[in-house]
């Protein structure tokens, strides 16, 4: 018979314990390296991050610091404070940070119900990847015409409405609005649920409100491309709970969301297969202060875009864009149209000879993914696998859906995208800046065009 020794009795049993303690200490899994791979890409010189380091070498950090948003023990993270910021900024009841403007509209487009045989009208011009994400959402996009704002035709947009739509999604184009009012009375006329995709207008309002508060979901980017943000970040807004806890889920399935993530669900449509579409803590930690900067960047553009807009004069052959609202536009661009193409390249090319940043797109150019017809990835009408879905999808397909895309389906969008001059404005202008500009158009202007003191006012 083995002997059992002493030092063998488990420690259940009063023995020593095998592991008394750890020798190894650890260091934090974030560190310094890390914190100065940041400062680095803030492009700070040689001396400066000699310093930053030096710094931040003073702190015990301890184990380190994660950058996790769930399981932290801080008493807000930087994705809770920023959606905080969000629910303050736009007086929502919910919010929800994401890793991208897509992923906010493919997590909206879900929560609304989108999805095989349903059909979502987009607009012709605002930007592929609302369009991209109904079809990622399984549904199929329906393309709008615009007006001469530029924005989603509200008349078009009735017409386009079928058994099968679901959803309308009203793009905010490029510091404008769409006219939200008759959006959301055909909407509601016809039970459609509305995504607000405000990428390019965040801070913008309609008739005193902000957009992405008028449809049951607002959609935004927060990236470096946008009127504020940084890197790659998204953002989704709604009042409806059961919408924000869908479109939770569907961008952090793990369930980390839920207050038990192993529960059962708790109402019909609230579990189901997502996909991780974080927000990262870092990010975060940028997009809370881009957002308290929101307000003061619309409002420096708003007064930058009065300014010139003032001091333009009328010409025949010109027709300033409509504004849906002049006074609630983040007016990043200063938009007209010439008559004939021709007319429009000789003032686009004088205008930036006089210093004026100006631009127009032409006939034939380059493709882009901002009007509906150079799509491609949704115009082709393919799909991942052979099957074809969600466009020859059985549900869809049962339901009488047919779709094909084509340049010709937005005939005035066709136009209007190709012939639009753009203005670049800048919120940094000085007032003698906005003088400037504004002489400078109406100085190729007059060159080109026939004074018109009766014609459509630019403001
Ligand atoms: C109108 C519109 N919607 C959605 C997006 C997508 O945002 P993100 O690049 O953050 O995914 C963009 C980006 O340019 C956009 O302009």
């Not at 184990?63 to 629910?87: H, I, M």
């Not at 927060?222 to 790659?232: D, H, L, M, Q, R």
């Not at 975060?284 to 807009?309: E, G, N, S, Y």
Request: some cysteine; hydrophobic content about 40%; proline content about 5%.
């Amino acid at each position: 018979m083995p002997e059992r020794r002493q030092e063998q009795k488990l420690a259940l049993q009063g023995g020593l314990k095998a592991v008394g303690r750890i020798e190894g200490k650890g260091r934090p899994k974030v560190g310094i390296e890390e914190f100065m791979a940041v400062a680095r890409r803030f492009g700070f010189s040689p001396t400066a991050l000699r310093k930053v380091r030096a710094a931040i070498a003073e702190e015990d950090m301890g184990g380190g610091p994660f950058l996790a948003n769930y399981y932290s023990d801080l008493k807000e993270t930087c994705v809770q404070r920023f959606e905080r910021a969000a629910r303050e900024t736009f007086g929502v009841r919910h919010a929800l940070g994401l890793n991208s403007g897509t992923a906010a509209l493919h997590a909206a487009f879900v929560a609304v119900g989108v999805g095989p045989g349903k059909e979502v009208i987009c607009p012709a011009i605002g930007f592929m990847a609302t369009a991209a994400a109904v079809v990622t959402a399984r549904g199929v996009p329906v393309f709008c015409d615009v007006d001469e704002s530029l924005h989603m035709d509200p008349a078009a947009f009735e017409e386009l409405i079928t058994p099968r739509t679901v959803a309308v999604a009203p793009t905010h184009v490029m510091g404008g609005v769409c006219d939200m009012r008759a959006i959301m009375r055909i909407a509601r006329r016809h039970k459609l649920a509305v995504v607000e995709d405000c990428a390019q207008s965040s801070g913008a309002s309609f008739r005193g409100r902000l957009v992405g508060t008028f449809g049951d979901v607002g959609c935004f980017s927060i990236s470096a491309y946008k009127i504020v943000g940084a890197g790659e970040g998204g953002l989704l807004v709604t009042d409806r709970k059961r919408l924000w806890e869908r479109a939770s889920q569907l961008a952090e399935c793990g369930g980390l969301w839920r207050p038990d993530r192993f529960a059962a669900p708790r109402h019909e449509g609230e579990l189901f297969a997502g996909t991780n579409y974080r927000m990262t803590e870092l990010e975060a930690a940028m997009d809370a202060v881009q957002l308290r900067k929101l307000p003061a960047v619309v409002r420096r553009f708003r007064t930058v875009r009065t300014r010139i807009l003032k001091r333009l004069r009328t010409y025949a052959e010109i027709t300033p864009q409509k504004l849906n609202d002049p006074e609630g536009e983040v007016g990043y661009l200063l938009r007209f149209f010439p008559e004939t193409l021709e007319l429009g390249r000789q003032i686009a090319q004088a205008l930036n000879a006089e210093g004026v940043n100006a631009w127009m797109r032409s006939e034939g150019a380059s493709p882009d993914w901002h009007q509906y017809s150079y799509m491609y990835p949704i115009t082709l009408g393919e799909s991942p696998t052979g099957e074809g879905c969600p466009f020859g999808c059985p549900h869809y397909v049962r339901a009488g859906g047919k779709i094909e895309y084509g340049r010709g389906d937005c005939p005035v969008a066709d136009d209007l995208f190709d012939r639009v001059i753009s203005v670049h404005l800048n919120q940094w202008y000085t007032a003698a800046d906005c003088r400037h500009i504004a002489d400078g158009v109406n100085k190729v202007l007059a060159a080109y065009c026939t004074r018109d003191r009766g014609a459509a006012p630019w403001l």
